[in-house]
């Protein structure tokens, strides 16, 4: 007989996809990152980067995909995820302690897939204390 | 509809017709107000908000994205003239929007 012990539970998950050229379009007409959109730390963060476009295209995925999990609107700076400039990875995004404690969030996990093919996915998986 | 309103409507239709024609490489006479945007016009969210943010800046808005959200939620915009009616609707009720019938 299988048991597990559980310490969180799954509260929602999410998934979107860009195509990342369209961030490199934004960035070559010459529009600055939204901080109706990014964080000063994410605009900081991302813009320092060579592939800035994809920074923030990762960053734009984490965030329609966290609306799609929670299910409901939300300020997008709230959530911060700050690339690590890997193909493939997983990473933990930064939600702010009001959405946290508003969702009954403990931990949230992203995984990134940027395709050959130009394409960012990004998918995101929302914890809760299990019993909670 | 006051003149002060008619005019920013008139400004606000312009807008969004030639952000829309230059974004979805469309000549500006094939749109109308009844444009679905996401099956004619191949449109998502993406471009909506950049168009907010354009908004924003040129009109000096605040407005949260939660309380779009809260509001889309709502009231969803699907054709080109929605879009026309939610964009004036922001730039006179910013935030209080969320309290308006429209």
Redesign the interface.
Known sequence: MLSFKVKNRLLGCGIDTEHIIRFAQLELKGNKPSPFIFSPKEIEYCSALADSWIAFCTAFCCKEALFKALQSPYDFTACELLWNGKKRTHISPTLSKALCKQHHITDSRAYIEITDSGECIVSIFLFGQAGG | MADSDQKDYNEIRELVYDYFSEECDIAKEKISDTTNIIEELEGD??ML??L??IV?KKYSLSI???T???H??KKPAHTVGDVINLTTAIVKYGDDIINVEL
């Open positions: 969210s993406l908000l950049s907010l943010e924003r949260e994205l939660k779009l959200g809260k889309l939620m």
